[in-house]
């Protein structure tokens, strides 16, 4: 029995790592080639730079473009992340708390949402947001994207607020507690973590969506990273290591987010799949 566990646990790393090498050598890879010069790259694929140029990254982080795009990027994403978070919370705490007629109706288009994909709803929303005047305007981008973050966001919430106990609310209602206050001062204290993790996801969502902003900014201005690194890409299509290099920064802001918010991700994924 215990060779047998110790197999089955050197197996289960074997697989970890494997998994690990996957997306590290990839990223590791990346890295360094963002030091050599094209040539060298050319040359040399995959040896360590024999001169290691510096000036790649630098000269990247020194491009007010660049900073403009990581501040664009990220006040979309927060502004998106709010609009999402408060709209579903309000709803999923109606769907999950209230019985009334039509109400799984109701659930289910919000689970219908979810099969629906983006690109069919590229002309008419485009010439919606023409009409509302939202092209080149940082709402025409958050606004969407708040709206195809509802479903998967209020089933989320939904199933977390069905587990809190009816006993809460009904004790909170005996001393006086309304229905409003009892939403915003007990019922989302207690779903921090299915909060934080929905927040987490509208912010990697946001952060990584290419189509809706090359669909209404025109204005480079207003470019994200990702249609950034589009556009850098075709500026510098024949000097590989400089587009390796732009690439390699314009990921590190998301892994950031990603290793701090780690964490809360897979707390709230946790405590929704255990609480009650």
Known sequence: MNARRTVRGLSLHAVVWLISAFVAVPLLYAVISGFKSTAELTNNPFGLPEHWKIGNYTG?????????????????????????????????????RYAFRGRELFYTLFTIGLMFPFAVAVLPLFLMLRTFGLLDNPLGVILPQAAFG????????????????????????????????????????????????????????????????????????????PVGVQQFQGQYSTDFALVLAYIVLAMVPALAFYAVAERQLIGGLTAGATKG
Do not use: H, Y
Request: charged letters at 10%; aromatic letters at 12%.
């Open 60 to 96: 990247i982080l020194g491009d007010g473009m660049f900073w403009r795009q990581i501040a664009n990027s990220a006040g979309i994403a927060i502004g998106t992340t709010i609009c999402t978070v408060v709209a579903s919370a309000m709803a999923a705490f109606v769907l999950a």
């Open 150 to 225: 509802l479903p998967m966001t209020i089933v989320i919430l939904r199933g977390f607020f069905r587990t809190i106990p009816a006993e809460i609310e009904e004790a909170a209602t005996m001393d006086g507690c309304g229905k409003f206050r009892f939403f915003w001062q007990i019922l989302l204290p207690m779903a921090r973590p299915a909060l934080g993790t929905v927040s987490v996801l509208a912010v990697v969502a946001s952060w990584n969506n290419f189509f809706l902003p090359l669909l209404v900014f025109n204005d480079p201005k207003w470019q994200t990273v």
